[in-house]
């Protein structure tokens, strides 16, 4: 079901960066419970899901608002969505299960996952644009399984060790699949950030940490990374927790660039918001009035 604004709660869509201590506020709502932004190729607007549907904030103008995109026979969707590389068209899971893809400015859509009976939450598009990278889930009581699929093709499950995981994405040269996993931890829950080959091979844990870490974000230069942590014993990536987005070096994520604070959790950073120059990344803030 869509998330929703408690009576005392708004949104804010926030930017951060490597050299920005503050984040800065882009938008506020107190209309609108907006997730996970996407930065569009072209660096005009952000791509933000709320109320099971798709939204364009325009960042040279967001006084104006958003405006949803009208796509057509689309499911409701849920936060997990990710830009093609051909800047183009945008690929979104919905809450059927399944991902579809569809032009950024709207219209039909078509489905690009198979009829396994899975769950498919996607978080990742290989650089060039053909493959997919999402998290399969048989039942909700079993950990998700890593599975990159050919778009058309048939999928690929990848070992990536015990354990749940989630947000699996490409590094920007293709070298690598990061994602978020409990396969370190013998603590239900205590999720660690890593990265794999792509094409398989072993997980490579990148910090070690007290919290819950999850989603890591790569910029399109590959220089810095963002990613935010839950406090400790965290089951999953709930909503309305103290949490914390971190900047780090891409070369160095036990070390942070920046640190900001913010009421949040699921929908501040499911996906990746760098902007194409890499200089910032948007984020989402539910603070309570």
């Known amino acids: 079901m869509p998330r929703h604004l408690a009576p005392s709660q708004h949104c804010q869509v926030l930017l951060g960066g490597p050299d920005l201590a503050v984040p800065r506020v882009l938008f506020e709502t107190t209309d609108l419970l907006l997730e996970a932004p996407n930065w569009s190729l072209d660096g005009t607007s952000l791509l933000l899901n709320g109320d099971g549907h798709l939204w364009r904030l325009d960042v040279r103008a967001p006084g104006v608002g958003v405006h949803r995109v009208e796509f057509e026979g689309l499911p409701p969707l849920n936060n997990d969505h990710v830009l093609h590389p051909d800047g183009r068209h945008v690929l979104m899971t919905a809450d059927d299960g399944h991902v ?3 032009e950024l400015s709207g219209g039909p859509v078509e489905r690009v996952t198979v009829e396994d009976g899975n769950w498919h939450f996607l978080h990742g598009v290989s650089p060039d644009g053909s493959r997919i990278a999402y998290v399969e889930i048989a039942t909700f009581d079993e950990p998700g399984h890593l599975v990159v699929q050919p778009v058309g093709g048939q999928p690929l499950r990848l070992a990536a060790g015990a354990g749940h995981l989630d947000g699996p994405e490409w590094s920007p040269d293709g070298r690598w699949i990061l994602l978020n996993t409990e396969a370190f931890g013998s603590v239900p829950g205590h999720a660690q950030l890593a990265r794999l080959p792509d094409g398989g091979g072993p997980l490579e844990r990148l910090v070690v940490s007290d919290t819950v870490d999850w989603f890591p974000h790569l910029s399109p230069d590959g220089r ?5 942590s839950f406090p400790p ?17 891409a070369d160095d994520w ?5 640190r900001y604070a913010v009421p949040g959790g699921q929908g ?15 984020f989402i803030a539910y603070p309570t009035a």
């Open 224 to 228: 810095f990374g963002n990613y935010l």
């Open 233 to 249: 014993g965290t089951l999953g990536h709930p909503a309305d927790l103290d949490v914390v987005v971190h900047v780090v070096a």
């Open 268 to 282: 501040t950073t499911n996906v990746n918001g760098w902007a194409p120059a890499g200089s910032q990344f948007a």
């Open 254 to 258: 036990t070390t942070s660039v920046q």
């Open 100 to 102: 579809y893809r569809g």
